[in-house]
Nanobody
């Protein structure tokens, strides 16, 4: 399984970016897709998660500014990021995981988001 992420870049504070990630390979239905981020010197943290049924979960720091969505037919997850802040600067990683058999947990290569003040 491979995850290909795109959409990172440099943006000014207050701007927007849209990240996309497509999973390919042997996948099963009923999986969770999410975005995580890791800033320099910090641990990787959950940004947003969308489960197979469509329910979402967001980190408090991005609630109301970021929106996660998915296209199950294309195994694609998107992250619309609005009102970006310098503290959103990080490498963003997409993830696809399945909690029941056959279990799996795959990560994308990461895409850099830089927000200038």
């Amino acid at each position: 399984v491979q995850l290909q992420a795109s959409g990172g870049g440099l943006v000014q504070a207050g701007g927007s970016l849209r990240l996309s990630c497509t999973a390919s390979g042997r996948l099963f239905s009923d999986n969770d897709m999410g975005w995580y981020r890791q800033a320099p010197g910090k641990q990787r943290e959950l940004v947003a998660l969308i489960i197979s049924g469509g329910s979402t979960n967001y980190a408090d720091s991005v609630q109301g500014r970021f929106t996660i969505s998915r296209d199950n037919a294309k195994n694609t997850v998107h992250l619309q990021m609005n009102s970006l802040k310098p503290e959103d600067t990080a490498v963003y990683y997409c993830n696809i995981a399945r909690r029941r058999w056959p279990q799996y947990d795959y990560w994308g290569q990461g895409t850099l988001v830089t927000v200038s003040s």
